[in-house]
């Protein structure tokens, strides 16, 4: 990877508690995505993650922040309210593969089938999702990602440093091991 150019290319809020993580937090490299539910690249990348998780173990540490186009995808706010509606039960991680999953089908009904698959409590989740009571929660991601210079998704960030090159298997791979310090 080459050195950021400017401020633009570098992660302007640094990840914490607050974020939704896999992996050790103790690993030697943080992987950012600012993702959109309804985003098609999302959802072609995210296999790749899922891979590169299993690749790299304990080496690596996930964070996905939310970044909804909602002027191109509709639905990508309510699905990014949704993901924060479960995470504040526990099932973030969840969600987010299920909306990932599901791309097709991010109306009401399937998310609250969803929901109650997973264990949530329904009305609970219901009432969270219809209230906006995570639209800020996600307003928040939104302002981080315009703050690190993020205008479309998916975009990544290796150990605070805006990745630009390919987003398939191979090339993110070689990046996140560059930045572990593994040939």
């Known amino acids: 990877m080459t ?6 290319d570098q992660l302007a809020v640094a990840v914490t508690e607050r974020d939704h993580i896999q992996g050790s937090r103790g690993a030697r490299v943080t992987l950012v995505e600012y993702g959109d539910y309804q985003c098609p690249d ?26 909804p186009l909602s002027k191109v995808h509709p639905h990508a706010q ?9 995470g504040a039960q526990g099932r973030f991680w969840e969600m987010h593969d299920y909306l990932l999953q599901h791309q097709a089908g991010l109306e009401d ?11 949530l409590d329904v009305a609970r989740f219901r009432r969270d999702v219809d209230s906006h009571a995570f639209a800020a929660r996600v307003q ?3 302002q981080s990602g ?6 479309g998704t998916p975009t990544f960030f290796i150990n605070g440093v805006r990745y630009k090159e390919a987003r398939d298997l191979e090339s993110l791979t070689a990046a996140i091991l560059k930045a572990a310090g593994e040939p």
């Open 42 to 67: 999302c959802v072609q990348a995210f296999p790749i993650m899922i891979d590169i998780q299993e690749h790299l173990g304990d080496r690596l540490r996930l964070v996905f922040r939310n970044f």
């Open 109 to 119: 009904g399937a998310l609250l089938q969803f929901a109650g698959e997973t264990g």
């Open 78 to 86: 309510r699905a990014a309210e949704a993901a924060e509606a479960a």
């Open 146 to 151: 315009t703050q690190s210079g993020v205008t």
């Open 3 to 8: 050195p950021p150019e400017n401020s633009r």
């Open 140 to 142: 928040e991601d939104v």
